[in-house]
């Protein structure tokens, strides 16, 4: 366990949405929410859910595993940027696996930004959350979801032949995988080479 601070750099931050982080304020899920309504991207988060704000907040308060993705501007402010998260953990310490999910709004999404976030998320959930198989479950159609796991290093596993309910019918599901043992080396070695994170007095 190594705390979040330690899971940015310079210039990005990943913070747990709990009590005690700097993230954990009454208007950050509504602020995460509206401005991933106002990109059109809620159904698409959720593999066609179009969630309202009710279900967002409530989502994200049952699970309890939610980090917000953010910039580190002036005066060490954090932007949000993004969410990311864990659903439905089975196993136990050693063999352990979840579902994971991720979003980003605004202009981080055309930057390098995106990834070096997904990629500390990333290890926050590998590491913090001692969690040994991430799966992402997309439907079938959503080409950049996978085009973007597939940069976090996730290979597509498996096909499941109607597996969402969208919009009246059922559409396939593209299965993505990526192992701990897969991803932290080479992880560890990026982050060795990026500028720390500047800590708060």
Known sequence: MRGWQHYGTKTLQVVPYMPGTPVYLDNMLPHIYFSLKQEGKIADTFCGED????????YFHRIKTAQVLCRVGPELKLDPVGISWVDLPRGVDGARAAQIGMAFFGDVTRYWDARCLGCLGLAYMFIDLEINVLHGIQLVSNYRARNFAKK?????????PAWHYVDGQLEDARVMM???GEFLPGFEDWFAKQEPAIKNP
């Open 51 to 58: 969630k309202n704000l009710d279900e967002f907040i409530s």
């Open 152 to 160: 976090l290093f996730f290979r597509e596993v498996a096909t499941v």
């Open 178 to 180: 990526l192992r701990r």
